[in-house]
């Protein structure tokens, strides 16, 4: 199966497809499975998945998410305003 990276058609099909992702949330939540089965098929499919991505060509995350970080985590890390850090919004 190819993997779909093209994030504007990927958003515009998720708009495309939104009942029939409601309607899929429904049978899973009708399913006769207990949440650790679920979450193994889950976890499998996701394997399978993320094999085949590379988010270094992709990099939105890195666009779009900023990290959050606690002092306690990086002792050594330089101060917020400087360099690379400045991108890191500190955790409350
Ligand atoms: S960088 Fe983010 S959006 Fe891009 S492939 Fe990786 S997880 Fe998906």
């Known amino acids: 199966m190819k993997i779909e990276m093209d994030l504007k058609r990927i958003k515009k099909l998720a708009a495309a497809l939104d009942d029939e992702n409601w309607e899929f949330r ?3 939540k009708g399913l006769d499975l207990d949440s650790a089965e679920l979450d193994a098929i889950v976890h499998r499919i996701n ?3 993320s094999a085949q991505i590379d988010c270094t060509q992709c990099a939105n995350c890195c666009k779009v998410v900023r990290p959050v970080w606690m002092r306690q985590m990086w002792p050594s890390l330089p101060p917020v305003s400087t360099g690379r850090s400045r991108n890191l919004r500190k955790s409350i």
């Open 47 to 49: 394997d399978e998945v």
């Open 26 to 28: 429904t049978f899973l």
